[in-house]
């Protein structure tokens, strides 16, 4: 039988040239993704120059260095850079795989835009987003810390707390002068006091809840495999909100962004609300019932309905 990262489980993709070639779906365009991507310049997690994104990766215990581009604006073309290409072909798929999951490439979305093209206000924002995925967070630890770091402040400083978190206890690559991050591992966060976090810009109850989460993984109580083994959205909505600091916004991010379900909805997200506002040219903001009543349309597409209206805003 295939193993998880086989070769036989991961279509689509071939080694040329020193290079690994990607191949997309005709619904993917690579350049409205990078838009979505250089949405704020304090990003530390990777880097976007001239149509180049370039970025670490962790596979299993691989840690590589990549740099993603596209000659068609669909087909990807990978690079390893600094040493760091993967001997194996069991290694090189899971980084093709990495890179499927991140863009969201196994997911048809024709049924998507079939409804979208019908809606009132998701056809405002699909023609100019035509081809936008999901980005992704493929790495469960980093996807709840992003969650926590993000609850009730705006997107610029989340950032920039999320700078400061990964730089303090994240490991880096230098390539051509430049530091290139990998996000603190949960093993490593686990072990963390709250004094080693007071220096970052959070509060004391969100350093609380991510040195919690990163115990629980690090003691084997959660994991990305065990939560899609309940192949279960309502079930997987459950086990996230147990966890401290996790509540329903932070488990339908997750869901959607990490765990890919199409389903998930943070329906009292600040975005989406402000989103709809704009759209419908409301002088107040919708209330939960007529998000939901405008979300009829959405069924199982709430993720990608929520990703797209996001883009109205900036």
Known sequence: ?????S???IPNWKEGDGELLINAPVEFNFTTNLAYMQRDKNECMYEIENELITCTITTGD?????????TDNRNLRVRFL??????TLEGKAAIVHYIRDWFD???DLTSFYKMAQHDPLLQ?????????RIVGIPDLFEALCWGVLGQQINLAFAYRLKRQFVEKFGRSITYNGKPYWFFPSYEKVAKLQLAD???IKMTVRKSEYIIGIAQSMANGDL?????LQLNSFKKIEKELIKIRGVGPWTANYVLMRCLRYPTAFPIDDVGLINAIKHLKKMERKPSKEEILEAAIPWKNWEAYATFYLWRALY
């Open 1 to 5: 039988m295939a193993g998880k990262n």
């Open 7 to 9: 070769i036989e489980q």
């Open 62 to 70: 691989e840690h590589t260095l990549v740099q993603v581009s596209s």
């Open 82 to 87: 600094a040493g760091t290409r993967p001997k």
């Open 105 to 107: 490439l196994d997911k």
């Open 124 to 132: 405002q924002v699909i023609k100019g987003n035509y081809g936008l």
């Open 197 to 199: 976090m007071s220096d």
């Open 223 to 227: 994991s990305k495999e065990k939560l």
